[in-house]
Nanobody, 116 residues
Framework: VQLQASGGGLVQAGGSLRLSCTAS????????MGWFRQAPGKQRDLVAS???????NYADAVKGRFTISRDMNKNTVYLQMNSLKPEDTGVYYC???????????WGRGTQVTVSS
């Protein structure tokens, strides 16, 4: 299984970005997908996840600003990020797994930089 992420970039505070991550290969239809992020010098933290049934989970820091969704037919997960803040800066990694924090596959990261 390969996860291909895209959509990162540089944006001013208050702006928006949309990340996409498409899974290819032998992808289970009964899985979780989501996003972690890692800021420089910090650990990788969960941002949001979504189950195959559409149940979502968000980090407190992004609730109300970020929305995760997925297209089961396209094996793709999206992360709509609005009202971005400088503290949202980091490398965003998509994942596929068995549960919210049970990672089976990682995608390559995509850089998100929010300028103040």
């Amino acid at each position: 299984v390969q996860l291909q992420a895209s959509g990162g970039g540089l944006v001013q505070a208050g702006g928006s970005l949309r990340l996409s991550c498409t899974a290819s290969g032998s992808v289970s239809s009964n899985n979780f997908m989501g996003w972690f992020r890692q800021a420089p010098g910090k650990q990788r933290d969960l941002v949001a996840s979504i189950s195959s049934g559409g149940v979502t989970n968000y980090a407190d820091a992004v609730k109300g600003r970020f929305t995760i969704s997925r297209d089961m037919n396209k094996n793709t997960v999206y992360l709509q990020m609005n009202s971005l803040k400088p503290e949202d800066t980091g490398v965003y990694y998509c994942y596929s797994g068995y549960a919210v924090r049970s990672i089976q596959y990682w995608g390559r990261g995509t850089q998100v930089t929010v300028s103040s």
